[in-house]
């Protein structure tokens, strides 16, 4: 029975194959599959189902999509654990698949160390996928089947891995333009979340087949007549998904058999010029839902999708019609996967730019987790398409602003940009977009990029931009003046100290910020610590029984750290360094750092000798250009 069902597989995954693969490649698949028979043997999925058997479903898929043989490889004999396994793989079918095997093994390492998964999965996918692009593909494949059998956990563990499906490799699907594969995602982890809203949606669909069919079907009937000059290779109906369904029923809060927006076509035609002309003849002949006519073809989406989309109203009924080339019919079908085919085509263009503009956002060391929300909301989230003045459209994520449009359009636009013309009217920066808003970014090439841009950006291609622009100035900043950045953990100085207490850390208390020279007393905060104040700060009078005498020093044996507040400038930092140089200071350490829209805090580590040396500093500091306050720690 089992070898049956195996058998079975088998020819089910080579008659799929046949027709696009060359013989030389269905050699190596049925190299594949003869290795992993070895590998696995009898072993069984927790359904009790042979492993090779997932495997070849996965196979199936892949070679659904028209893959490459290797990415089909890599779905054959995905799973193969051991080191000495993969070594085998690398002689057997090269170092391209042997690689492709161990990118799926890393993204499954992962379930084994976290609970909380969703950031740090997507952070994964992220990651592996940067080092080959094709290992989603197989990944997204696997999930596909892996859905399909989550009954063999609790109810809990079910949720998460459909919630997981949902908000992840779904929209990933959906962004590589693989949409049957988003479909049976949604569909399937829809079931998994809310059986009964599934299975009431999906008994209403089957119990207006009939009646759908039959309207489709004169409707095709119809077109055709109306449409029999031009050069028409395909019209079908399509279901819509029950997922979409259940997405417009919530959002729209409209009872289900009150949704009309069920009947869907597609037209498949020749050319762009035949997409136009049976769209212009569809609007004379048949009335139109105004403002719903969508032209991806002149405006592609961010996945290369291409069609024509309106809604015609006939007889009370809306129905969704789709106009496209039989190119972007297949393209929409098979999505990017298309572009990284069994032909001699290795990448696509567009796909690889994406690749290469996230490489460059993992560049940034350190704060890629910061960068993670935006990539996420970037990449995964909902959507606003605005236009530039000569109608190009242009996709961003919900909640963009000016800024972001303007990174869009180019990294030098944002960086000059000053501010916007939102429909005519003039708008800051930082004003939110909506759909449909016709944008003027206004520059100005005195302009730099400001840190306090961070905070309203959204869109991870500006943060990216923004902070590489800022880091890039702060470290010509900091370099050309010689900055000493010490490794090694500073212990530094305090500037006050008192003969009584030595035994005490003391620190400049915030409240009055007081500085060299001033009158100031010590507060004992605990058994190691003491607050220094201005002799006249509000806070000293209501601690009297906690004061002890203080003093600054005159001398100092180790570096002391300064902060200064300034307006936000062009060469800030610059100037507060030069100063601190040409007054014979030794600079260990320099950073700045955004406070709000106009100020920054720029900070330095220097050793001093003499308390009039800091003196004369804090003086000079004071005369600066921007300069709001200075304090000490």
Same mark, same amino acid.
């Given at each position: 029975?089992?070898? %049956?069902?195996?058998m079975?597989?088998?020819?089910?995954f080579f008659?799929?194959?046949k027709e696009?693969?060359? =013989?030389?490649?269905?050699?190596?698949?049925?190299?594949?599959?003869?290795?992993?028979?070895?590998?696995?043997?009898?072993?069984?999925?927790?359904? %009790?189902?042979?492993?090779?058997?997932?495997?070849?479903?996965? %196979?199936a898929?892949?070679? #659904?999509?028209?893959?490459s043989s290797?990415v089909?490889l890599?779905?054959?004999?995905?799973g193969?654990?051991?080191?000495?396994?993969?070594?085998?793989l690398?002689?057997?079918?090269? %170092?391209?698949?042997?690689?492709?095997?161990?990118?799926q093994?890393?993204?499954?390492?992962?379930?084994?160390?976290?609970?909380?998964?969703e950031?740090?999965?997507?952070?994964?996918?992220?990651f592996?996928?940067?080092?080959d692009?094709?290992? !989603?593909?197989v990944?997204?494949?696997?999930?596909?089947?892996?859905l399909?059998?989550?009954?063999?956990?609790?109810i809990?563990?079910?949720?998460?891995?459909?919630?997981?499906s949902?908000e992840?490799?779904?929209?990933?699907?959906n962004?590589?333009?693989?949409?049957?594969?988003?479909?049976?995602?949604?569909?399937i982890?829809?079931?998994?979340l809310? &059986?009964?809203?599934?299975?009431?949606?999906?008994k209403f669909?089957?119990?207006?087949k009939?009646e759908r069919?039959?309207?489709?079907?004169?409707?095709?009937?119809?077109?055709?007549?109306?449409?029999?000059? =031009?050069?028409i290779?395909?019209?079908?109906?399509?279901?819509?998904?029950?997922?979409?369904?259940?997405?417009?029923i919530?959002?729209?809060?409209?009872?289900?058999?009150?949704?009309?927006?069920?009947f869907?076509?597609?037209?498949i035609?020749?050319?762009?010029?035949?997409?136009?002309?049976?769209?212009?003849?569809?609007?004379?002949?048949?009335?139109?839902?105004?403002g719903?006519?969508?032209?991806y073809?002149a405006?592609?989406?961010? &996945?290369g999708?291409?069609?024509?989309?309106?809604?015609?109203?006939?007889? @009370?009924?809306?129905?969704?019609?789709?106009?496209?080339t039989?190119?972007m019919?297949?393209?929409?079908?098979?999505?990017?996967?298309?572009? +990284? @085919?069994y032909?001699?085509?290795?990448?696509?263009l567009?796909?690889?730019?994406k690749?290469? +503009?996230?490489?460059?956002v993992m560049?940034l060391?350190?704060?890629?987790?910061?960068?993670?929300?935006?990539?996420? /909301?970037?990449?995964?989230?909902?959507?606003v398409?605005?236009?530039?003045? /000569?109608?190009?459209?242009?996709?961003l994520p919900?909640?963009?602003?000016?800024?972001?449009?303007?990174y869009?359009?180019?990294?030098?636009?944002?960086?000059?940009?000053?501010?916007?013309r939102?429909?005519?009217?003039f708008?800051?920066?930082?004003k939110?977009?909506?759909?449909g808003?016709?944008?003027?970014?206004?520059?100005?090439k005195?302009?730099?990029?400001?840190r306090?841009?961070?905070?309203?950006?959204?869109?991870?291609r500006a943060k990216?931009f923004?902070?590489?622009?800022?880091?890039?100035?702060?470290?010509?900043?900091?370099?050309?003046?010689?900055?000493?950045?010490?490794?090694? /953990?500073? @212990?530094?100085?305090?500037?006050?100290?008192?003969r009584?207490?030595?035994?005490y #850390?003391?620190?400049?208390?915030?409240?009055?910020?007081?500085?060299p020279?001033?009158?100031?007393?010590?507060?004992i905060?605990?058994?190691k610590?003491?607050?220094?104040?201005?002799?006249d700060?509000n806070?000293?009078?209501?601690?009297?029984?906690?004061?002890?005498p203080?003093? +600054?020093?005159?001398?100092?044996s180790?570096p002391?750290?300064?902060?200064? #507040?300034?307006?936000?400038r062009?060469?800030?930092?610059?100037?507060?360094?030069?100063?601190? !140089?040409?007054?014979g200071?030794?600079v &260990?350490?320099?950073t !700045?750092?955004?406070?709000?829209? #106009?100020?920054?805090?720029?900070s330095?580590v220097?050793?001093?000798?003499?308390?009039?040396?800091v003196?004369?500093?804090?003086?000079r500091?004071k005369n600066?250009?921007g300069?709001?306050?200075?304090?000490?720690?």
């Amino acid at each position: 029975m089992i070898f %049956g069902l195996l058998m079975e597989y088998k020819d089910k995954f080579f008659d799929l194959c046949k027709e696009k693969y060359s =013989k030389k490649q269905l050699s190596k698949f049925k190299e594949a599959i003869s290795f992993i028979e070895e590998v696995f043997i009898d072993e069984k999925r927790l359904n %009790g189902e042979l492993l090779i058997v997932h495997n070849l479903k996965v %196979g199936a898929i892949l070679a #659904e999509n028209h893959l490459s043989s290797e990415v089909i490889l890599a779905g054959l004999l995905h799973g193969v654990e051991e080191d000495i396994l993969i070594t085998d793989l690398k002689k057997k079918f090269g %170092g391209s698949v042997s690689e492709l095997v161990f990118g799926q093994l890393q993204l499954r390492e992962i379930k084994a160390k976290h609970k909380d998964l969703e950031s740090e999965l997507l952070r994964k996918v992220l990651f592996v996928t940067l080092s080959d692009p094709r290992i !989603i593909f197989v990944k997204l494949a696997d999930k596909l089947e892996n859905l399909k059998d989550v009954s063999v956990f609790g109810i809990r563990e079910q949720k998460r891995i459909a919630n997981e499906s949902l908000e992840i490799y779904a929209p990933l699907a959906n962004r590589l333009g693989l949409e049957q594969i988003k479909r049976n995602l949604e569909d399937i982890s829809l079931k998994i979340l809310n &059986n009964k809203k599934y299975f009431e949606i999906a008994k209403f669909l089957d119990a207006t087949k009939k009646e759908r069919k039959d309207f489709i079907d004169l409707f095709i009937q119809e077109i055709r007549r109306s449409l029999d000059k =031009k050069k028409i290779v395909k019209i079908k109906g399509r279901e819509k998904s029950i997922y979409s369904i259940y997405k417009k029923i919530t959002e729209r809060k409209i009872p289900l058999d009150l949704h009309r927006d069920h009947f869907a076509m597609r037209i498949i035609v020749n050319s762009e010029k035949d997409c136009y002309d049976v769209l212009g003849i569809l609007h004379e002949k048949y009335e139109s839902m105004q403002g719903l006519l969508k032209d991806y073809i002149a405006n592609p989406k961010s &996945n290369g999708y291409q069609s024509l989309h309106t809604i015609l109203i006939v007889d @009370s009924k809306k129905i969704e019609v789709q106009i496209r080339t039989k190119r972007m019919d297949e393209e929409a079908e098979e999505g990017s996967a298309a572009h +990284w @085919s069994y032909k001699n085509m290795k990448s696509d263009l567009g796909f690889e730019k994406k690749v290469s +503009w996230l490489r460059s956002v993992m560049e940034l060391k350190g704060e890629d987790r910061d960068l993670l929300g935006s990539i996420k /909301k970037s990449i995964f989230g909902e959507k606003v398409y605005c236009y530039t003045p /000569k109608g190009k459209a242009i996709e961003l994520p919900e909640g963009s602003t000016v800024l972001d449009f303007a990174y869009y359009v180019h990294q030098e636009v944002g960086n000059k940009a000053v501010a916007g013309r939102i429909n005519g009217s003039f708008v800051p920066l930082k004003k939110k977009l909506k759909s449909g808003d016709v944008v003027v970014v206004l520059t100005n090439k005195l302009q730099v990029p400001r840190r306090h841009w961070i905070k309203f950006v959204v869109s991870s291609r500006a943060k990216t931009f923004i902070k590489k622009a800022i880091k890039k100035r702060d470290n010509i900043e900091i370099n050309k003046n010689y900055v000493i950045s010490s490794k090694e /953990k500073l @212990s530094f100085d305090s500037l006050v100290y008192s003969r009584d207490f030595n035994h005490y #850390e003391f620190s400049l208390a915030k409240c009055c910020s007081p500085m060299p020279v001033e009158e100031i007393v010590g507060v004992i905060k605990s058994q190691k610590r003491v607050l220094v104040h201005k002799t006249d700060c509000n806070y000293v009078s209501k601690v009297k029984d906690k004061i002890i005498p203080v003093s +600054w020093k005159e001398e100092f044996s180790r570096p002391i750290k300064i902060f200064v #507040e300034a307006k936000e400038r062009s060469g800030v930092l610059k100037d507060f360094l030069n100063t601190i !140089i040409h007054g014979g200071f030794i600079v &260990n350490d320099a950073t !700045i750092k955004g406070l709000d829209e #106009e100020f920054v805090e720029c900070s330095f580590v220097i050793v001093p000798r003499k308390l009039n040396e800091v003196v004369k500093l804090v003086k000079r500091i004071k005369n600066i250009r921007g300069f709001r306050k200075v304090r000490f720690e």
